[in-house]
């Protein structure tokens, strides 16, 4: 209602039009009554044409009126359609991580259906409103022609008002349905798009297939029962419209042999008791709409209502000693996990320096980064930069200061300068972009590319290599020239000879600066200043490697490992 009110003025004048729209078009039943007696009682052909010719008048003027009405609502509904869009991605952008996650399909569907939420609102519903009030005209002026002819039309406007509150209730609970089924097929959808190499390589083709097929089946049947609906509820009003037509003629030519009904009175009542009928018949398209939209708007507003990232504090800090990093006595649990993911976890790791974070698949090592990175808020005891709690600084300010490779590298559509721009405030200098790309090695493939770093990537940079796309990441990190770098298994595509050039690269990168190194590969954490041992979500040692070797049974195991491979 808020994005609404931005152009009431519009809207009210386009509600302005359609009012003096229905006074017209009363006007044109009367007028052919008048037409039809002058000539058919009268014998008045110059009254007749005096009659016509106002008649055309108000008709060219109700149409002007329309299309200056129909102008009116399609500007607004574009507008509303990219601001209720914007307002959607936006909050999708600031919302927690773990809600953004989960968001998938059904934020797609949300997208979808913005343009159909828009054109109910500002057309389809004031319209019908506007029918039924154009209705209650016609059928007030028709009570003033001929009050059996009216009753006739009320007692079958009755029948209709009892079937369709069945049928209400009924679509409404379909609409639900519908509803709920196009989200998990919208999210099937994109996590096809968005795995299809992975599908591809594991030849699970036929799984996914099916898997959509069966929510694709689902979703369309949820929708042939809407149709189903919506079609017997069409044959029952048309069946009580054709049938209330035949009962006005009858019943208006025995009231012409009366005497108490003229021909064109007639004429005059058949027109407006069609137009009183109306909402009858536009009912069924609408009754779908509305519960179509309303399932709709229900899950906007739980959407919307989702609370954005927030600091702890008011206002949020934008501005940062990065001293040390203090973690003292942290546990997390993932939603309805069992078991916590972290556990009594405390920590000081150095303002400056190489920190390697090392430990078994599942011991928690992913996790205490998107703690550290604040993608993670719900957690208990205390995790402080400089001595402040990392949540009562902005989150996406600070992460704006954090250089990060996770394990899934992630690039985007667009240029390979776009990708290495994205989250710098300025633009980047070619010799800067250069210095970064020889950081990596990225700069010996952007070479050999045709455009170089012009080059266009697909989504998710899946034109390039797994290495090839590790590369660019870090390079991207680089530019930031972060207070903290965080590199989530740098090395993890590369080849042997690239990966120990990247670690002595990633050495000197850390004198004036924490760099966290989550890493398998342990001849890498050999050489970081400080290695921190996890396993099962807790701390069980810290030090040098040669410290470790000789003091941590989980380190000494994890090494006879790595050497014996």
């Known amino acids: 209602m808020r994005i609404m009110g931005i152009y009431r003025r519009k809207f009210f004048l386009a509600i302005a039009l359609s009012l003096a729209g229905i006074v017209l078009s009363v006007t044109v039943p009367i007028l052919s009554q008048k037409i039809v007696d002058s000539v058919m009682v009268g014998k008045d052909g110059w009254a007749a044409t005096q009659f016509a010719a106002i008649a055309i008048v108000?008709?060219?003027?109700?149409?002007?009126?329309?299309?200056?009405?129909?102008?009116?609502?399609?500007?607004?509904?574009?507008?509303?359609?990219?601001?209720?869009?914007?307002?959607?991605?936006?909050r999708l952008m600031r919302i927690p991580y773990e809600s953004s996650a989960s968001a998938g399909g059904s934020t797609i569907n949300l997208l979808n259906e913005s343009q159909r939420v828009a054109t109910f609102m500002l057309s389809a519903a004031p319209n019908f409103f506007l029918t039924m009030l154009s209705a209650a005209v016609s059928f007030a002026v028709a009570l003033y022609y001929d009050y059996l002819i009216c009753l006739l039309a009320f007692v079958v406007a009755l029948i209709f008002a009892v079937f369709a509150r069945k049928t209400n209730a009924q679509l409404g609970e379909a609409s639900r349905s519908s509803f709920r089924l196009n989200g998990a097929l919208q999210g099937a959808t994109a996590e096809t798009v968005g795995n299809i190499r992975g599908i591809k390589s594991n030849a699970v083709e036929r799984f996914f297939i099916g898997r959509w097929s069966a929510k694709s089946a689902e979703a369309i049947k949820a929708r042939w029962h809407i149709l189903d609906l919506s079609h017997s509820y069409s044959f029952t009003l048309g069946l009580l419209s054709e049938i209330l037509t035949l009962l006005v003629v009858l019943v208006g030519c025995w009231r012409i042999l009366r005497g108490d009904l003229t021909i064109g009175g007639l004429l005059a009542l058949q027109l407006l008791v069609t137009r009183a009928t109306m909402p009858m018949l536009t009912s069924a398209g609408i009754l779908i709409q509305f519960h179509s939209v309303s399932a709709t708007v229900s899950a906007l507003a739980a959407f919307l209502k989702r609370q954005p990232e927030r600091a702890i504090v008011a206002p949020a800090l934008r501005a940062a000693d990065f001293g040390p990093i203090t973690v003292e006595d942290l546990t997390f649990r993932y939603p309805e996990a069992t078991a916590a993911a972290l556990n009594g976890v405390s920590l000081v790791l150095p303002a400056t320096g190489v920190v390697a974070i090392v430990g078994r698949n599942g011991s928690g090592k992913s996790s205490l980064l998107r703690v550290l990175l604040g993608l993670e808020r719900d957690h208990a005891g205390k995790v402080a930069i400089g001595g402040i709690d990392v949540r009562a600084y902005n989150p996406r300010w600070l992460r704006g200061r954090i250089g990060v490779v996770d394990q899934e590298t992630s690039l985007f559509s667009g240029t390979i300068r776009e990708n290495l721009q994205a989250s710098l405030p300025r633009p980047l200098r070619d010799d800067e972009i250069d210095k970064a790309l020889a950081f990596s090695s990225a700069d010996k493939f952007t070479a050999g590319l045709p455009k170089g770093i012009d080059t266009e990537l697909v989504q998710a940079g899946q034109n390039l290599s797994g290495g090839q796309r590790q590369r660019l990441a870090i390079s991207r990190a680089v530019l930031r020239d972060p207070h903290i770098a965080v590199f989530d298994e740098p090395t993890s595509a590369l080849d042997a000879e690239s990966a120990m050039a990247l670690e002595r690269e990633l050495l000197a990168f850390g004198r004036d600066r924490l760099v966290i190194i989550v890493t398998h590969h342990l001849f890498s954490a050999r050489s970081a200043d400080m290695i921190v041992v996890l396993d099962d979500g807790r701390i069980v040692g810290t030090g040098s490697h040669e410290a470790l070797n000789a003091e941590c049974p989980v380190y000494q195991a994890l090494w006879r490992d790595y050497v014996r491979d």
Request: proline content about 0%; charged content about 25%.
């Open 58 to 90: 108000a008709a060219v003027i109700r149409h002007m009126t329309s299309r200056w009405h129909n102008s009116l609502i399609n500007d607004v509904d574009a507008r509303f359609t990219a601001r209720l869009s914007r307002r959607i991605y936006f």
